[in-house]
């Protein structure tokens, strides 16, 4: 028997759920079912009909937007860490590209997901510090210090969107 396609298959799909398919186009689906797990889902009425490639794009979306969570994670961590430093004026340039990242992921909803990770990272770490005796920024400072880097971060998001925007297929 020859293998079939994960097109074919959910072409057949509905043939021989009615019954209609020949023996051959039978045995192919069963076949190929109890190999693909996308497949057997659509069979048992799971999960709408998912072609290959869309399938790739979407393991290809999954991978991407992981990679930049990860980006936008280490950006947060990175640039929060530089708060109480002299290198501080660095997050006038880190804080934007943690928006265009967190507009990536996020679209606009960024606007608010973004200032919102960076309230809760600060406030982990300010917890974290206190408890290890280690703190030197203050409360009231990490508020004040997520509101402002939440404006570069409204900036970046601003720009990729626009951009995103300008040059996306009508
Ligand atoms: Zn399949």
Redesign the pocket.
Known sequence: MNEI??KI??DLIPLVQDGIASEDSREAVEQ??S??????A?YSGEMPPVA?TDKLMVEVKRKVQFFFIMLLMFGIFFGLGLTASSELFYNSLIMPVVGVFGYVIFRWKALYAVPLLLLVTNLISFVLNVFQGIEEIGLYSRVMWTGIYSIFVVVGIMIAGLIHYAFRKE
């Not at 190999?35 to 057997?40: D, I, L, N, R, T």
């Open positions: 396609s994960c298959c959910m190929h079912i190999k693909c797990e996308s497949c057997a659509y290959d």
